[in-house]
């Protein structure tokens, strides 16, 4: 599956964003679908995962309370609700796909197709 993410930006400290990942092919709703986000001489960061259908989501602590994950397989797209942004959110933001899954992975090693990133920059 390719991966397209979108909604990328500069936003000041308190504000939202709202990430899209369009996939394509016929696999979405068969994959568990994550965001991860990475920063300069780091490794990538799980930021949110769900499942197949939706029932199922994991986000990272960091972000609890504040983000939010969901998808439409009806329109091939996972979504990242960013909320109460801080400039540690501050890098840059990657979608993943893991086919036949059923849970939500969390590591990175474990997903087969990733999108090539939007920047997110949270000034403060």
């Known amino acids: 599956v390719q991966l397209v993410e979108s909604g990328g930006g500069l936003v000041q400290a308190g504000g939202s964003l709202r990430l899209s990942c369009a996939a394509s092919g016929r696999t979405f709703s068969n994959s568990a679908m994550g965001w991860f986000r990475q920063t300069p001489g780091k490794e990538r960061e799980f930021v949110a995962g769900?499942?197949?259908?939706?029932?199922?989501?994991s986000y990272a602590d960091s972000v609890n309370d504040r983000f939010t994950i969901s998808r439409d397989n009806g329109k091939n797209t996972v979504y990242l609700q960013m909320n109460s942004l801080k400039p540690e959110d501050t890098a840059v933001y990657y979608c993943?796909?893991?086919?036949?899954?059923?849970?939500?992975?969390?590591?990175?090693?474990?997903?087969?197709?990733w999108g090539q990133g939007t920047q997110v920059t949270v000034s403060s």
């Open positions: 769900i499942s197949r259908l939706g029932g199922r989501t």
């Open positions: 993943a796909a893991k086919i036949y899954y059923l849970g939500v992975p969390i590591r990175a090693a474990e997903y087969d197709s």
